[in-house]
């Protein structure tokens, strides 16, 4: 069985074949760890986690590498404004980014460097650049000059006048061209820094990829993957710098991109506010019926994030995890030839899960005829998915109406203390929900309740 990628860089759908024969290596760009992600942020989290598990059930050995972006400027002023250091900051966010992961069923990679770990490798990258003539210094800047790779462009397609016109380049004096871009720059005393040959200062975003996807996956990796606004300028850059430093005439074989999820057709951004975090949807619906709603579009399509998706998605998970409940999960299938054809021929075509999904209704179907061999299958397949892999599906449900149940039981009865004057034993039903991990809000219209 063959599995075709749609390869940005060559611009079609391109059969997977790894350098090594046995060996995957992949680098996906993971998070800068300013704030909570969104709904949009998780969509590459689980649409690179299904590539993985493929192909992790198709080649002998895969190295996943996803990054955390511990420094940045949005991390600077994002700990300013609220008062706290900025470690504090970026621990407390990637402890949220850890949960959110888990609670999509998103699978850690086999390698989560931070870029404030690899600082020496960034600046061994940077005076390599420098000593081989395609970057330069100004005004303690180290700029990457675009017009000494006269391929540069390849993967976006866009001419020197698109990028510069695009306004997404910064324009600054010191730059030899406005498309040039930083490898590094100056620090202030009160943000992070780190001594380097051209001052105190902290690398560019796009040199952090460069630097860790080579210290761990090597010069020449396999599947670079990202969503669609990394295209230009991150992974172009990528693609500079690292071929540059390292004379090679590709970074990554195949460049994988992920669409956007959309808000009423609008993207989902954090710029524009309508975005949805993942601690907020997973407190309305599970994580795997969010993850669900995400693959039942193409990959590179957008996905049009709404209640009514969502709701759909639960309906649909409800009837398989019902049609599951006879099969065995010690029997599941890890060998894809011998998985349904239909489903793995449409999972391993581009990833299109909205035919594999299909196939998984055939399968319900089938399994609800009391086909015992379709129930295997159809629990079988949905773990490729990252799907299913709930036992306990519905008695959590029921275990979560009895406690919502119990908790509003103990706020009727710290009203009834209330109302006749018995503060001590309302302070006590109040310190006793506090314990569980509720918190009470009082106000006009009664008490409400949240989990902390
Ligand atoms: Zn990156």
Known sequence: ?????????????????????????????????????????????????????????????????????????????????????????????????????????????????????????????????????????????VLFSIEKMPDYGQLSGRSLDEMVAGARVEIAPYKAHPADFVLWKPSKAEIPGWDSPWGRGRPGWHIECSAMSAGYLGEEFDIHAGGLDLVFPHHENEIAQSRCAHGTAQMAAFWVHNGYVTVEGEKMSKSLGNFTTVEDAIQRHRG??????????????????????????????????????????????TDLTLLDTEFITALADDMNTPLAISCLHRLAVEANKGQLASARQLLSCASVLGLLTDENWFAGEADNRKATFEIERAIEARNQARASRDFDEADRIRDQLAEQGIKLLDGPDGTRWERL
Do not use: W
């Open 288 to 333: 795997e019926v969010i993850r669900f709603s995400l693959l039942t579009a193409q990959y590179r399509a957008p996905f049009d994030f709404s209640d009514a998706a969502l709701q759909q998605a639960r309906t649909v998970l409800d009837k398989f995890y019902r049609a599951v409940s006879v099969a065995d999960r010690a029997d599941i299938i």
């Open 1 to 141: 069985m063959d599995i075709v990628l749609y390869n940005t860089k060559a611009k079609e759908k391109q059969v997977f074949l790894p350098i090594q024969r046995d060996h995957v290596r992949l680098y996906a760009c993971g998070p800068t760890v300013y704030d909570r992600i969104h709904v949009g942020n998780a969509r590459p989290l689980v649409v690179f986690d299904v590539l993985v598990r493929l192909l992790r059930a198709a080649f002998p050995k895969v190295t996943y590498v996803r990054n955390i972006t511990d420094v940045d400027d949005k991390i600077n002023s994002r700990a300013a404004e609220r008062g706290i250091s900025i470690s504090e900051l970026c621990e407390q966010t990637i402890f949220s980014f850890h949960k959110d992961c888990k609670a999509l069923n998103v699978l850690p990679p086999d390698i989560e460097p931070r870029a404030t770990e690899h600082i020496t490798q960034m600046i061994a990258m940077i005076t390599g650049l420098i000593e081989k003539g395609f970057a330069y210094e100004a005004e303690g800047h």
